[in-house]
């Protein structure tokens, strides 16, 4: 029997600002992950490659807000600094 995946273990090192900023990082991280993972089966980010995060950014928040799609992306980039990946993604979010 196997743990369930830690978010928030996984995002401790690159979390920082307020208490509200930290929980709703993880918040949005672990939905990011429910989804991605409900999609192609990869329970933990370190299976994840752009493309899924991509689908993640454009499909799943294509009716959000411009306001819910860029605290969204901040919530990726920190995934992509925690995964030391060289992702970019660009801000479609204009607020």
Request: charged residues 25%.
């Amino acid at each position: 029997m196997s743990k369930p995946f830690d978010m928030e273990l996984f995002l401790t090192t690159v979390l920082t600002g307020s208490c509200a900023t930290r929980q709703r990082h993880l918040r949005q991280a672990k939905l990011i992950q429910a989804e991605i993972s409900e999609r192609w089966q990869l329970e933990t980010p370190w299976a994840w490659q752009r493309k899924h995060v991509t689908w993640f950014l454009e499909q799943r928040l294509a009716g959000r807000c411009a306001a819910t799609r860029y605290y969204y992306l901040l919530t990726v980039r920190l995934l992509a600094r925690r995964l030391e990946k060289p992702w970019v993604f660009k801000c479609q979010a204009t607020i």
